[in-house]
């Protein structure tokens, strides 16, 4: 079965540029959540998106945006990335914003700020 | 505010023994709980949801959870480990009861289930 794509899989960056990460949800999901990782920390919320509108925002710095396309799949743009970005970003998917549906993560992808 | 906690950070098991892995929850509302199991520098897999109904849960690879609404918990279980059950597990909570607001997930701090042969 088709499962959640994330690209890139790794990226390393220095302090002050910028990243953008990129989610494929599943085949005919709608609903795309953005969670943050840290070493040795559970996920984070960041921002989810249902039918291509900001559905809920959590701990997104500023610096953080975020948009879901036309065609589901959505893309987080971060600037003025700062050592502490580094993470691991995990894009999840579910079909429709219903409460009792599950999310499928995707493998994420690991950022590293050096 | 909806809050899971995980009070074990741990877990040591031996092969065929069974296991229990335990969270707690603090909801406004009806409470949406979700176990997912993370395995080293992979994704978060979905294993069982209690959405309503039976307090007896049974979801993938043979895990099994059990909602108790008096104790606020909800502790994932099987009855007999395998060695590559070993990985992190993470209870969760819908952070949210407003259906199609985006209905994030607020995850427990994780527990490391070493399971040994």
């Known amino acids: 079965a088709a499962g959640v794509i994330q690209s890139p899989r790794h990226l390393i960056k220095e302090k002050r540029e910028t990243a953008t990460l990129k989610c494929y949800p599943i085949p005919r999901h709608d609903t795309v959540y953005w969670y943050q990782q840290g070493p040795g920390q559970d996920p984070q919320f960041l921002i989810s998106?249902?039918?291509?509108?900001?559905?809920d925002k959590g701990s997104i710095p500023d610096r953080f945006s975020a948009q879901q396309f036309s065609d589901y799949h959505s893309e987080l743009n971060m600037s003025s990335l700062e050592l502490g970005d580094s993470a691991l970003y995990f894009c999840a998917s579910s079909s429709g914003g219903g409460l009792h549906r599950e999310q499928y993560f995707g493998p994420g992808t690991r950022l590293t700020v050096t | 505010a909806q809050s899971v906690a995980q009070p074990e950070d741990q877990v040591n098991v031996a092969e065929g023994n069974p296991l229990t892995v335990k969270c707690t929850y603090s909801?406004?509302?009806?409470?949406?709980l979700f176990w997912y199991v993370q395995y080293p520098n992979r994704g978060l897999q979905f294993l069982l949801k209690?959405?309503?109904?039976?307090?007896l849960v049974k979801g993938s690879y043979g895990f099994e959870a059990e909602f108790n609404k008096s104790q606020t918990s909800f502790h994932l279980k099987k009855p007999s480990a395998l060695v590559s059950d070993s990985a992190l597990y993470f209870c969760?909570?819908?952070?949210?009861?407003?259906?199609?607001?985006?209905?994030?997930?607020?995850f427990g701090q994780g527990t490391e289930l070493s399971v040994k042969p």
């Open positions: 909801v406004s509302g009806n409470p949406y």
């Open positions: 998106f249902y039918e291509k509108m900001q559905s």
């Open positions: 969760a909570v819908r952070g949210t009861v407003i259906y199609n607001q985006g209905g994030k997930l607020i």
């Open positions: 209690y959405i309503t109904g039976d307090n």
